[in-house]
């Protein structure tokens, strides 16, 4: 009669160590943590970031593609040259009617940061911020909106990147 081969509890052992081992490196290829683990997020160059704010703003406002196209990030930049761009994302931020907008960061609302395994193609940048945004617009009827929106802002080699818009006026945690 012949017998049943059977693994060693070492070899079931090290198949298991192997198979997470293979599904860590697959699922951590691109993963965020974070930033910071508690209380209101740090928004890196915040100077920075409001000038950025306020320039994308007012491109939208004087229909400035250069510098719309400027302010997306470099991986969205990779995909759609200037020639093709047409307003991107902006392009619907502002009521047709305004002519003047005022954008202000009140706060960051919390912060990501990407980390990668070396060797590991960056398409996204290093920190991505929920930001919440002071908004006061005036339209040529005379009439003006004043509420709260939040932009998702990428921070990439010292620079800030316009991603998207929501509709919102708090942060989650409020």
């Not at 950025?52 to 229909?63: G, K, N």
């Not at 470099?74 to 994302?89: A, D, I, K, M, N």
């Not at 060797?119 to 009827?141: F, N, P, T, Y």
């Amino acid at each position: 009669m012949l017998k049943k081969p059977t693994r060693s509890r070492l070899a079931n052992w090290a198949l298991t160590g192997l198979l997470a081992s293979l599904i860590f490196t697959v699922a951590s290829a691109q993963f965020t943590l974070p930033w910071p683990l508690w209380g209101e997020a740090r928004l890196p160059d915040e100077a920075r970031l409001k000038v950025r704010l306020q320039a994308f703003y007012a491109a939208i406002l004087s229909e400035d593609l250069r510098t719309m196209y400027d302010t997306e990030t470099p991986f969205g930049r990779s995909l759609v040259t200037f020639q093709e761009y047409h307003g991107g994302t902006g392009r619907g931020l502002l009521s047709r009617d305004t002519v003047r907008v005022d954008v202000e960061v009140e706060r960051g609302c919390s912060c990501t940061r990407f980390l990668y395994l070396p060797g590991q193609e960056r398409k996204i940048g290093q920190i991505r911020c929920l930001v919440l945004v002071d908004e006061v617009q005036e339209h040529a009827s005379g009439k003006r909106y004043s509420g709260k929106h939040i932009d998702l802002w990428e921070y990439t080699q010292g620079e800030w990147f316009y991603v998207v818009s929501f509709r919102g006026d708090r942060c989650r945690k409020d």
